[in-house]
Structure formats: structure tokens, C-alpha cells
């Protein structure tokens, strides 16, 4: 049973996600296109929001969404955190991208690149939790030991619901666990999640560690 689970993890799993992000992208090419001409006509800035974060073994990447908030929204008010919808950062647009998980379709982008997965641990930024990918503790680093996902066990499970200790405590569970079913099953609840469109603020739980 370890020997398939490693054999999809080694080989199966990158080219499910090659086939997969290519055909959805071929797909929602027309949607692409539309949020993007949404995106530049009901606000200043540019359509996409690039950003540095940590990937598999501590490698540094730039990620890709739709940019929701004003330029330079990290720099103001509560930086990182957004607690609610009503978040004057926020773009007209954005709400609607944001609850809909819409905004991670560029990532698409990122899994073609090789920096990415559909499915594993979300991307941290380079400064939060920790400060970097050495300042993070021995236990948590396992949570770099594979490629990051556009959605995750703890991102369809929990989202922004309970402090980053936990969700990678959560994430940690998902890679000694690693299969093709598992996947298909994160794929499916992160579709409910999205349509609920719970826990998508995380409405001052998220804290930073020091």
C-alpha cells in the first residue's frame, strides 16, 4: 500500500496536475477573460496580484490571483488580516472573487510552472506565520516537503478558522496520508466549501507567531 501511495506521489500526482490545470485553464479561458476586463475597469492597479511565498523544500516563488484589493493593501489598516467582507481594501469586484475562490484561478498557471499542486498545503508568505522558512519549528517544516496547493485538506476542512499551528498540524496529516482518493475527496469539499462560502475571513483568529 506504501508503494502506491509513493508511486502517485512521486509520479501520478504531477502529471494529474498538468493534465488537469491545462484543461481547466482551456476551459475557463472565457472566464479568465472576463474577470480580468472586471477586474481593470472597476479599479487602479494591475489585473493580477504577484506575491513571494514559500514553496516545496523552502523555495522561495511568486504566486499568481486576481488581484481583490486595493494596491498596496498589505501596507495598510490590518495588513494581512481581513476580517470581514466590508474591508474598504477590498475592490468591488473583489468580494465576489474572494468568496468564490475565483482569484486562485492564475495559479493555474503555477502548477504548469512546476511550482505548485492542485491539491496540498496552502503557500505561506515569506514573513508570516514565520519569518522565513528557517524560523519555522523542526515539526512544521515537514509541511514544505511537497509541492504547495491551490487547496488543501485544512483549506476545504478549516480554512481560516483556527490559528496556523493548527491548520498545519492538519496539513501534516494530509501528506503522511497522500493518495488518489484523497485528493479527488479534498477536490470535491473544497467545491463545497466554496459554495458555502464559509470561514473565508478569518475575522481576527489568525494569529502571527513570533
Do not use: H
Not at 16 to 37: E, K, M, N, Y
Not at 138 to 166: H, M, Y
Amino acid at each position: 500500500m506504501k508503494s502506491k501511495t509513493r508511486f502517485y506521489q512521486k509520479y501520478v500526482k504531477r502529471i494529474v496536475d498538468i493534465v488537469i490545470s491545462f484543461v481547466l485553464l482551456i476551459g475557463l479561458s472565457p472566464l479568465f477573460i472576463i474577470i480580468i476586463l472586471f477586474v481593470k475597469f472597476t479599479s487602479k492597479g494591475p489585473v493580477f496580484f504577484v506575491q513571494e511565498r514559500i514553496g516545496r523544500d523552502g523555495k522561495i516563488f511568486l504566486i499568481f490571483k486576481f488581484r481583490t484589493m486595493c494596491v498596496g493593501a498589505e501596507n495598510m489598516g490590518s495588513g494581512l488580516t481581513v476580517k470581514s467582507d466590508s474591508d474598504s481594501r477590498i475592490t468591488p469586484i473583489g468580494n465576489v472573487l474572494r468568496k468564490t475562490s475565483l482569484d486562485e484561478i492564475p495559479q493555474l498557471l503555477n502548477i504548469l510552472k512546476g511550482d505548485m499542486s492542485l491539491i496540498g498545503p496552502r503557500p505561506p508568505v515569506t514573513y508570516f506565520p514565520y519569518d522565513g522558512y528557517y524560523n519555522y519549528p523542526e515539526w512544521a517544516k515537514k509541511r514544505f516537503s511537497i509541492r504547495p496547493g491551490v487547496t488543501g485538506l485544512a483549506q476545504c476542512s478549516v480554512r481560516n478558522s483556527v490559528p496556523w499551528d493548527r491548520r498545519i498540524e492538519i496539513d501534516l496529516t494530509y501528506i503522511e496520508s497522500i493518495s488518489f482518493f484523497n485528493d479527488v475527496k479534498i477536490f470535491f469539499l473544497t467545491i463545497l466549501r466554496v459554495i458555502r462560502a464559509s470561514n473565508v475571513y478569518d475575522e481576527g483568529k489568525i494569529e502571527r507567531n513570533e
